[in-house]
């Protein structure tokens, strides 16, 4: 497999905040996505795959209840990707995106959801965010959160997807997932060669830090991760540059190959090569010498009875009832902080 080139939209994305303009903005900021993916191609020639922003379609607005949300989210399959499978197919490139997802199988539920479009214009993948509710900010459903149901309906690795392409092996992730290693390593552990990231991270004082996640999770996984961050939300409350961008695409060695140098509109370009990922992640250790590789010294066993016993963020926690606000995640939050404390596997400081 040849290198390739793969493009991150960092895109301003209009907000909807009166529901009445939704069709119209939802077009608006399509078209402009479009328009950035199209310039890419003139500048820079062909490119295999083009990523664009968690909220990119519809912006961050809040307060809004669930139901709100519900009726400005997009059913998958649906007019928004329908329209970028057209485009996809047009160019011959993979696009990924993040929508707000509504889906009639599971009514009152809202889903924050990223998806693949092949070059064909076929929807290859779909994958629901699952470290959502735990940031306790959001009123989306997580998988975990139905999980007996979830599992039951699409099979037990349903919720880490990850599809085999002739562009390699590729998985998503989005935002917050990035702060828990195992996402990315439930995807590398499947076969996952590309991690896309597609996220809105607003400017705060952890930005360091989510900047060394990033490099951690591709070296870690000895996978490529291509984080796509919102370049800016227009025509809300929000500061119009309280985003920070910096979209980045970094190699399986943990090194940045590309990146968006600042906050605002942007294209990340920078090439993929599957080939010398795959040759590390395939050589055989010799007769001396220090060599790591991650996925095949990972000792799955070692861990799994401290995941069993550490009971921390259960599963099925919304089996029975729909998420409404967050008072019910940070309820559910102080109530396990509680019972670590009481357990003695936390501890409250002291400051005497």
Known sequence: MEPYKAALIQQETKVIVDPKQRDSIIEQNLDRIFELIQWTFNRVGEIRLAAFSEYGIIGQYRPRTVEEWIDLAEPIPGPVTDRIGEVAKRLG???????????????????????????????????????????????????????????????????????????????????????????????????????????????????????????ARAYENLSYFLSVCAGAFLGSDRPRSGYRGHSQIIDHMGRIVSIAAGSGEAVCVGQVDINALREMRSRKPGASGHEWNQLVELRTDLFAEVYKRAKRWPNNGWSDRLITSTVETRALGREIIDGLLEKGQLKRPDYS
């Not at 959502?132 to 039951?152: I, S």
């Not at 309906?153 to 880490?160: A, C, I, T």
């Not at 590309?194 to 607003?202: D, F, G, K, R, S």
Request: hydrophobic fraction near 35%.
């Open 93 to 215: 490139v993979y696009i990924v995106g993040n929508v707000y997802e509504r889906d009639d199988s599971w009514p009152g539920r809202l889903w924050n959801t990223n998806f693949i479009i092949n070059d064909e214009g076929k929807i290859i993948l779909k994958y629901r965010k699952n470290n959502g509710p735990n940031n306790l900010n959001t009123t989306y459903t997580g998988p975990g959160d139905v999980y007996d149901e979830y599992t039951a309906r699409y099979g037990e690795l349903s919720m880490f997807p990850v599809v085999d392409t002739p562009i390699g092996v590729l998985g998503t992730l989005t935002c917050t997932d990035i702060i828990f290693p195992e996402m990315a390593r439930a995807l590398a552990l499947q076969g996952a060669e590309v991690l896309i990231h597609p996220t809105a991270e607003p400017w705060s004082d952890v930005d360091q830090m989510w900047d060394i996640f990033r490099r």
